[in-house]
């Protein structure tokens, strides 16, 4: 079973490179102990159905 989940935050703007580090020791983490198998993107909206 795959899940997608999002992370939000209430910071304007671009990630800062202390919290792309700490996203990137995290995925790290989880596709070392299996848990995650993909981190990649979205489609485009315009790609998506209703």
């Known amino acids: ?3 997608m989940s999002f992370v939000t935050s ?3 703007g671009p990630p800062t490179p202390e919290l792309m580090e700490a996203m990137h020791k995290l995925a790290d983490r989880e596709f070392k102990a ?3 198998i993909d981190s990649g993107g979205l489609m485009p909206l315009a790609m998506g159905a209703r």
Do not use: N, P, T
């Open 10 to 12: 209430a910071q304007s």
């Open 1 to 3: 079973m795959r899940f």
């Open 34 to 36: 299996g848990r995650m």
